[in-house]
C-alpha cells in the first residue's frame, strides 16, 4: 500500500506565500507523475500543477490561472512533492490534493494515488 500525506495548508492574506508538501510513503518502487489537483464546492476538481519523471530532467506543467506564481517541484530521493505558492489571490482558494502514480514493489503496473486534502483559504 501507499500512502500520501500532505501538509502546508492554511489561512493567508492576498498577496501572501504558502508551501505545500506532500510525502509517499510505504511499498514503493517508482514514482512517475505527481501532481496537485485543486477543489471548490460546486466545481470539478481541476488540475494545478503537475511534474513528471524525466531520464534526465523533469517536466512540469501548470494550469493558465496560476503559470507565473505557482512552481511545483518534486525529491525523488524523500518521494516528495512541493507545490510553492506565491501572490496568491481569493479564487486560489480550495482544498489541495496531492496525487501521484506509483509503481508498487511486487506491483505488475502504475497506480493512481491521492492524499486527503489540505485547505488553503485566501482573504481579500
Known amino acids: 500500500q501507499v500512502q500520501l500525506v500532505e501538509s502546508g495548508g492554511g489561512l493567508v492574506q492576498a498577496g501572501g506565500s504558502l508551501r505545500l508538501s506532500c510525502v509517499a510513503s510505504?511499498?514503493?518502487?517508482?514514482?512517475?507523475?505527481m501532481g496537485w489537483h485543486r477543489q471548490v464546492p460546486g466545481k470539478q476538481r481541476e488540475l494545478v500543477a503537475v511534474i513528471t519523471k524525466g531520464d534526465t530532467t523533469d517536466s512540469t506543467n501548470y494550469v493558465d490561472s496560476v503559470k507565473g506564481r505557482f512552481t511545483i517541484s518534486r525529491d525523488n530521493a524523500k518521494n516528495t512533492v512541493l507545490l510553492q505558492m506565491n501572490d496568491l489571490k481569493p479564487e486560489d482558494t480550495g482544498v489541495y490534493y496531492c496525487?501521484?502514480?506509483?509503481?508498487?514493489?511486487?506491483?505488475?503496473?502504475?497506480?493512481?494515488?491521492w492524499g486527503q486534502g489540505t485547505q488553503v483559504t485566501v482573504s481579500s
Open positions: 496525487q501521484a502514480n506509483v509503481f508498487s514493489i511486487g506491483d505488475l503496473r502504475y497506480r493512481e494515488y
Open positions: 510505504g511499498s514503493i518502487f517508482r514514482i512517475n507523475t
